[in-house]
């Protein structure tokens, strides 16, 4: 399986009401990573799996996972936002810079930016005060 269906199957199943739906999306997402490891979409989608699990174990794991996610992939708008997203309660500073970058490359997108991304990072900043 490539890893465009990968993505796309471990979607589906986060959008199911099928049991283990989690469990099978982060299977899909640690085969993406076996063959790609700085894979920015299967990172990021796991890293918000494993921080709504509530163990606050598996949420550091998603912490280290999410800053090496940036750390390889600096200009991923979808990477910046997971982490801002994450880190939100316990870094403000940092999240912030995140939704700033993401609002540059914003500017920079060829493609046209979802309404529910861009909504989400208005809110973001909006409720974390950031200055822009």
């Keep these: 399986?490539?890893?465009?269906?990968?993505?796309?199957?471990?979607?589906?199943?986060?959008q199911s009401d099928k049991e283990q739906r989690s469990v099978s999306a982060l299977?899909?997402?640690?085969?993406?990573?076996?063959?790609?490891?700085?894979?920015?979409?299967?990172?990021?989608r796991q890293a918000l799996l494993l921080a709504q699990?509530?163990?606050?174990?598996?949420?550091?794991?998603?912490?280290?996972?999410?800053?090496?996610?940036?750390?390889?992939?600096?200009?991923?708008?979808?990477?910046?936002?997971?982490?801002?997203?994450?880190?939100?309660?316990?870094?403000?500073?940092?999240a912030c810079s995140d939704l700033n970058t993401v609002l540059g490359l914003f500017e920079l997108e060829t493609t046209q930016v979802s309404n529910q991304v861009s909504d989400q990072v208005d809110n973001l900043l909006s409720s974390l005060a950031c200055e822009q």
């Design 27 to 44: 299977k899909l997402f640690r085969a993406i990573l076996e063959n790609d490891p700085a894979n920015p979409e299967a990172l990021s």
């Design 1 to 14: 399986m490539n890893t465009q269906t990968a993505l796309e199957a471990a979607n589906y199943l986060l």
């Design 53 to 94: 699990t509530g163990d606050a174990m598996l949420y550091q794991r998603a912490i280290n996972q999410i800053d090496f996610a940036v750390s390889q992939n600096p200009r991923n708008i979808e990477v910046l936002l997971t982490r801002a997203i994450l880190i939100s309660g316990t870094d403000s500073q940092t």
